[in-house]
């Protein structure tokens, strides 16, 4: 099973930007959709954007479109999420996440999880 290291959290002030990577050790995020979601102490956790390695193809969740971008970087194995304009209600922990790409769009199908990190939206 792929193992997922996330990286890049920390402090910004609103209207900042921040960029967010998932890394992958084990195996190659092929056949798999790539998922970013978050949580923080008043909400379950939420899905942010979803990228599906073969085909590239992109999902967002409404309130961050126009905001943050999902990529993939196939020469080393890492999904991006860069993150703009953000606002206090985007703090969190950030977490990426994978499932089979021929499972249901739901959050209990993805079945592997990185350890988080966190971001903070404060002026």
């Known amino acids: 099973q792929v193992q997922l290291v996330e990286s890049g959290g920390g402090q910004v002030q609103p209207g900042g930007s921040l960029s967010l990577s998932c890394a992958a050790s084990g195996r190659s995020f092929n056949s798999l959709v790539v998922g970013w979601f978050r949580q923080n102490s008043r909400k379950e956790r939420e899905f942010v954007a979803q990228l599906t390695w073969s085909t590239g193809s992109i999902y967002y969740a409404e309130d961050v479109k126009g905001r943050f971008t999902i990529s993939r970087d196939i020469a080393r194995n890492m999904v991006d999420l860069q993150m703009n304009n953000l606002k206090p209600e985007d703090t969190g922990v950030y977490y990426c996440?994978?499932?089979?790409?021929?499972?249901?769009?739901?959050?209990?199908?993805?079945?592997?999880w990185g350890q988080g990190t966190q971001v903070t939206v404060s002026s």
């Open positions: 996440a994978t499932r089979r790409s021929f499972t249901p769009n739901t959050i209990q199908s993805y079945n592997n």
